[in-house]
């Protein structure tokens, strides 16, 4: 049974960061492309990154250069490092591999 688990979600002041990781059981991550996505509240859910399988790295414009996705595939896992955090930044964060999303988990930038 496949199960995808994200975290890390927390809620910070601007310019702050967080590490958010997605967990894999039961298939292999090594040999898939992971993606994150988020969803606002009232927003319909959008992609902002993707690590294909040999390690080359996507992004949507608006986190170019603040938000860094990275993999561990002995352990599994992939990474979204979220870096100078921005109250727009606030959304439930999904990490999606092949078909297999996670849950979700909560990201709130706020003074």
């Known amino acids: 049974q496949v199960q995808v688990v994200d975290s890390g979600g927390d809620s910070v002041q601007p310019g702050g960061s967080l590490r958010l990781s997605c967990a894999a059981s039961?298939?292999?991550?090594?040999?898939?492309?992971v993606q994150w996505y988020r969803q606002a509240p009232g927003n319909q859910r959008e992609w902002i990154a993707r690590?294909?399988?040999?390690?080359?790295?996507y992004y949507r414009d608006s986190v170019k250069g603040r938000f860094i996705i990275s993999r561990d595939n002995a352990k599994n896992t992939a990474y979204l490092q979220l870096n100078s955090l921005k109250p727009v930044d606030t959304a439930v964060y999904y990490c999606?591999?092949?078909?297999?999303w996670g849950q979700g988990t909560q990201v709130t930038v706020s003074s």
């Open positions: 690590i294909s399988a040999n390690s080359n790295r």
């Open positions: 039961g298939m292999i991550i090594s040999n898939y492309d």
């Open positions: 999606l591999i092949h078909s297999f």
